[in-house]
């Protein structure tokens, strides 16, 4: 048996869950979240406690089983405490700022890089090389800090680009000098 699977996902106070097939709705302070889980599964709120069961033990369902408790207890954590990914912007003159509801990235192109901001999400810019992508949505965040991650992917020589916080760069050494 799963062992994510098993545990029920608790939930908690000022967190309303409801169930509708098996689309989950789950409201909580920092927004609403729906999904349409997997109708092999069997998912029943029982007081404050969401348990999901499997039918059998096939492969598929083992497999299963374990993502959809995950996906619903993201969802718990997301309208309570919420998700954030920081990304930082490393280069001579690589910077970025937010105009309005747009961020704008200087990043050695011939032009700026404007990237809207979805309306789920928030983006801030503490600092010229510190970007922070936040929301509810686990799924949404981290797609979000991809794309904007992908407009200049960290370069193994000199490590310039965005890169998330905690990744860590392996750098390359340079060509070699000629007779040494």
């Known amino acids: 048996m799963s062992r994510i699977g098993r545990k029920p996902v608790v ?31 069997d ?20 497999s299963l089983h374990g993502l959809t408790r995950t996906l619903i207890a993201n969802m718990v954590i997301g309208v309570t405490e919420g998700f954030k990914k920081e ?23 011939s032009h700026k890089v404007i990237m809207p901001e979805p309306e789920n999400l928030t983006i801030e810019v503490p600092a010229p090389n510190k970007i922070i992508v936040s929301g ?22 000199k490590g310039k680009g965005i890169k998330y916080v905690d990744e860590v760069i392996i750098r390359k050494e340079g ?6």
């Open 43 to 62: 998912i029943a709120v029982e007081g404050n406690e969401i348990i999901v069961t499997r039918p059998n033990d096939e492969k598929e369902n083992r």
């Open 87 to 109: 990304l930082e912007v490393n280069g001579v003159g690589y910077r970025a700022a937010k105009e309005g509801k747009n961020l704008v990235m200087i990043l050695g192109y």
């Open 175 to 180: 060509k070699a000098g000629k007779g040494k």
């Open 136 to 157: 509810a949505d686990k799924e949404a965040v981290g797609q979000l800090a991809a794309e904007i991650r992908e407009k200049r992917l960290p370069e193994p020589y």
């Open 11 to 41: 939930v908690p106070a000022g967190v309303e869950v409801s169930l509708n097939g098996h689309e989950l709705t789950v409201k909580g302070p920092k927004g609403t979240l729906v999904r349409t889980l997997n109708s092999k599964m």
